[in-house]
């Protein structure tokens, strides 16, 4: 869903800063506005992917939570993308909490769709990639917002978001109703389980999906932490605020050209180990930032660095969401009950819990150590920084890198797994009735 990832660009590079340039908010009530909207996630994923699993309408399980979802964002997006003088703490937080909402009502059933849609796979690989390719392609729409000839510089400010916002909600309606009228509502291999508790004692019993929100939630927090200080080491450290679309640009490119040969590495190599590759890089492209000095003579070292650090982020992306669908087959197996949106429902929880709580935590850690917003920055406040920005971050994607390698389903237990579900069912097909 292109629109909804235009949601995520800026969601915690740009508006958060936004917030505390344009509107005054204190870095420590932003960072504690991320982490309670995070909470809420906690609450909304697991019961969004619950009932998805459990919606029967002529028109699917999936489609009718994407419709409600995208009328939440069209209603959040206009008064969240709108930063100003009069916008406090609490108008951030309410906008916020519309976003969110609306956005999981899309997320969590869209992304449980793809198991639904093939059970191979290789080609659960290339579906994979062709949903990374439309995520960049939302970041791409976004960094061109400021290239447009009725704003005056190329840097980031109120009214470029206010623009964007016409665009995010056309796309939004488009989106869903191509999404519900063209595409099929895809095959479910078995129902859901009956009961919450049934649900969860599930989720927790698996030991691939363990290994899997390890993974996850390492290299997401360590994202987070990244992405939300991501404005102040562009505006403030590196003085460069006017190339923040040239490098979101330079960054959505490198991911929407690179999706594709994601999906054809995860069906050629195990994907576990694609994303183990991935991570690695992206810890050398963290030290590589560490060392780009300050002034004008940083735009064209971010820009590469970044744009490298972007072909590796989509990798990654891309090995996620195939590497989920895998998960649920397991869990099918296992239980002869398919919990797909339950699934999907962990994954985008561990994303925005990993955003969230990552760039909440890095806003607060800043706080802590003098870090002005609106000022100049040295000593302890600079050195809290880039613990914050890069340091732990690194270590963060080295323990997710460790950890993939070791994740339990590769290609040879994947065929295991179709195999047998496979067999099951052709037993249960020829099972007389009664």
Request: proline residues 5%; charged residues 10%.
């Amino acid at each position: 869903m292109v629109p909804i990832w235009m949601l995520h660009t800026p969601a915690l590079s740009i508006l958060p800063g936004l917030y505390a340039t344009v509107s005054g908010i204190d870095l420590a009530t932003i960072g504690l506005i991320l982490v309670f909207s995070r909470v809420l996630d906690g609450v909304t994923d697991p019961i969004i992917g619950f009932f998805s699993d459990r919606t029967a309408t002529a028109i699917g399980r999936r489609k009718p939570w994407m419709i409600a979802g995208g009328l939440l964002c069209i209603i959040g997006v206009w008064f969240w993308f709108r930063p100003g003088a009069d916008t406090g703490g609490l108008y951030f937080l309410l906008a916020s909490v519309v976003v969110y909402i609306g956005w999981t009502m899309v997320e969590v059933p869209h992304a449980a769709w793809l198991s639904e849609l093939t059970v191979d796979y290789d080609e659960r690989s290339h579906l994979s990639g062709f949903r990374t390719a439309a995520i960049y392609l939302g970041y791409l729409l976004f960094w061109s917002g400021p290239f447009l000839p009725i704003f005056a510089t190329t840097e980031i400010t109120p009214d470029v978001t206010a623009a964007m916002s016409y665009l995010v909600i056309a796309l939004i309606i488009l989106a869903v109703a191509a999404a519900v009228l063209k595409v099929p509502a895809g095959t479910v291999s078995a129902r859901p389980q009956a009961s919450v508790t049934a649900a969860l004692s599930t989720l927790a019993g698996n030991k691939p999906l363990r290994f899997y929100a390890l993974i996850m939630l390492s290299s997401w927090l360590a994202s987070g932490m990244v992405a939300g200080l991501y404005f102040f080491y562009i505006s403030n450290y590196l003085t460069i605020p006017d190339k923040f679309g040239h490098i979101g640009l330079a960054v959505a490119a490198m991911g929407f050209l690179s999706a594709s040969f994601w999906g054809w590495a995860g069906a050629r190599f195990d994907t576990h180990r694609v994303l183990s590759f991935c991570n690695l890089c992206i810890v050398l492209t963290l030290v590589a930032m560490a060392l780009i000095q300050p002034g004008p003579g940083a735009f064209p070292a971010l820009l590469a660095v970044f744009s490298i650090s972007a072909l590796f982020t989509t990798g990654t992306t891309v090995a996620y969401y195939a590497m989920m669908a895998d998960i649920v087959d397991y869990d099918t197996l296992k239980t002869g009950a398919n919990n797909a949106g339950n699934y999907y429902a962990l994954v985008t929880l561990l994303q925005k819990i990993g955003l969230g709580a990552g760039a909440g935590a890095a806003l607060l850690l800043v706080s802590l150590f003098g870090f002005d917003a609106n000022g100049s920055n040295e000593g302890w406040a600079l050195a809290g920084f880039f613990i914050a920005f890069l340091g732990l971050p690194i270590l963060l994607n080295l323990l997710a890198t460790v950890l993939a390698l070791y994740f339990p389903i590769n290609r040879r237990r994947h065929n295991i797994i179709r195999k047998r579900l496979r067999t099951r069912a052709s037993h249960a097909l020829a099972m007389p009735d009664g």
